[in-house]
């Protein structure tokens, strides 16, 4: 018997040790917050990648990291002899149409309007002439009919030259026009040799050199505004329909260990990336670090809720989403309202006098 009564006695004092270590809890009336995790990256407000609009070979970088600009500031500048030739072949082209290069064909246009329209006058006063003549019976049909058909073919002589004058105007201001317009096309495309910032800030990454190639599809350089910077934030879809503009965000970065920020939600992007299964989501700072820069990480909370006074208990105490174990080995049904990362708030079900079992695992 003494062989058999050991190892029962053994299980038994295990049995006791393991029901007094069982951990234990009572409910807590505290403040909770309601909220929804998100990592993203720290960047300069209306930062941008700058592109070429053209292919070609960079002959001068002319800004370096660290650079402030001004929109429309020359950073680079690609060989551009073929399209500056085509600038100024172009301008040459214009001058030669410009209506004041011109003026000697107009010129000559007018004289002869000048000279048409005499003869003309002079037709008309023989014709008239000729006319009175006839009535007075003096002079012959044929005589009329002759001054008749001089007036006539003067009329058209000088309404063919006033023609060919509008006609020539026209044509001046069409290819005046015409050869601005080639100018200004011509100017434009040797322009695009040259890679302008689009807006004023600060040149935060120069990624080409002067030598290399370039092309319309990879980026030469990063700018944004000196100053002012936001957080981008990814969120997961599971969270999205809690976030709203307005929201308040707690975050924190590696570069400033120990240190909280807060900011405020401005913007969604509403569409979801279905790679990462995330939605964008825009912060701006309520007071940013002293110093930053683009593309530091952060972790944020973006507060949905908070409660000054909730009556909480762990989250390992809850089981099956809606139960929880008593001291008597009671399992009782609990309503329940916020929740974060560790605890979670008891609407009904129970009091800060119930002791609760933690749940074996």
């Known amino acids: 018997m003494i062989k058999f009564a ?36 720290v960047k300069s407000s209306n930062q941008y990648q700058v592109y070429s609009s053209v292919n ?42 410009a209506a004041n290069a011109n003026t000697e064909k107009l010129s000559e246009l007018k004289a002869s309007i000048e000279q048409a329209k005499n003869k003309m006058d002079n037709d008309a006063l023989l014709k008239e002439r000729q006319q009175n ?21 003067s009329l058209k002589a000088y309404e063919a030259a006033t023609l060919r004058y509008a006609q020539l105007q026209k044509q001046i201001s069409f290819q005046e026009k015409q050869s601005k317009k080639n100018v200004q096309i011509a100017t434009t495309l040797a322009g695009d040799f040259t890679i302008k910032s689009e807006t004023a800030g600060k040149v935060y990454t120069v990624l080409k050199e002067k030598g290399e190639m370039v092309n319309t599809q990879t980026a030469v350089a990063l700018i944004g ?15 999205i ?7 308040k965000i707690v975050l924190n970065m590696d570069s400033y260990k120990g240190q909280v920020f807060e900011a405020i939600i401005t913007k969604i992007n509403p569409i979801m990336n279905e790679r990462t299964k995330t939605f964008t989501a825009e912060a701006s700072f309520v007071e940013k670090p002293a110093l930053l820069y683009p593309n530091l990480t952060c972790e944020a909370n973006i507060i949905i809720q908070q409660k000054e006074k909730a009556i909480t208990i762990p989250r390992s105490y809850l089981t099956d989403s809606s139960f929880v ?37």
């Open 241 to 247: 329909t809690k976030v709203k503009p307005g929201q």
């Open 225 to 239: 505004d000196a100053t002012n910077f936001i957080v981008e934030l990814q969120i997961d879809e599971y969270d």
């Open 133 to 153: 003549l006839w009535a007075q019976q003096i002079g012959t049909r044929n005589e009329l009919e002759q001054r008749e058909l001089a007036y006539k073919n």
């Open 6 to 41: 050991f190892p029962f006695y053994a299980a038994f004092l295990l049995l006791a040790a393991c029901k007094d270590k069982q951990e234990k809890t009572n409910p807590v009336e505290e403040k909770i917050t309601e909220s929804v995790y998100a990592s993203g990256i």
């Open 56 to 97: 070609g070979l960079i002959a001068e970088v002319l800004v370096t990291e660290g650079s402030l600009v001004n929109k429309g500031d020359a950073l680079m500048r690609l060989i551009n002899t073929s399209a500056q030739l085509n600038a100024d072949n172009a301008q040459l082209t214009a001058d030669y149409a």
């Open 325 to 361: 174990l008593l001291e008597n080995k009671e399992k009782r049904k609990v309503t329940t309202g916020l929740k974060d990362y560790q605890k979670v708030e008891i609407l009904s079900g129970l009091t800060v006098k119930d002791v609760l079992i933690k749940p074996a695992p």
